[in-house]
């Protein structure tokens, strides 16, 4: 099996900034892209950002220059930098990758059970 595991949430004021990592553990042979989403209440699920196994990034428009993925291949995790962060960051961030987990599988999508982000002054 492969497990996600987020990390970082927390409560921060407005404009203030949090780095949340996220762990793949378990039998995985690669990773392809890794995501982070996020999930406010009454909304519905957005991605958020993603890297490429090549390292290419992207982002949605809302978080363009503050908030920054990277990943670390060899640890097999993957970091979401947030900065100046606004009450509309508000929500429930997931890590989400796409991994096989042997020459012979074919990619699968895997989630991790999410991590409370709140930004309140």
């Known amino acids: 099996q492969v497990q996600l595991v987020e990390s970082g949430g927390g409560v921060v004021q407005p404009g203030g900034s949090l780095r949340l990592s996220c762990a793949a553990s378990g039998r995985i042979f690669t990773i392809n892209t890794m995501n982070w989403y996020r999930q406010a209440p009454g909304k519905e699920r957005e991605l958020v950002a993603r890297?490429?196994?090549?390292?290419?990034?992207d982002y949605v428009d809302s978080v363009k220059g503050r908030f920054t993925i990277s990943r670390d291949n060899a640890k097999n995790m993957v970091y979401l930098q947030m900065n100046s962060l606004k009450p509309e960051d508000t929500a429930v961030y997931y890590c989400?990758?796409?991994?096989?987990?042997?020459?012979?599988?074919?990619?699968?999508?895997?989630w991790g059970r999410g991590t409370q982000v709140t930004i309140s002054s």
């Open positions: 989400n990758i796409i991994a096989a987990r042997g020459s012979w599988d074919q990619f699968r999508s895997y």
């Open positions: 890297i490429t196994g090549g390292g290419s990034v």
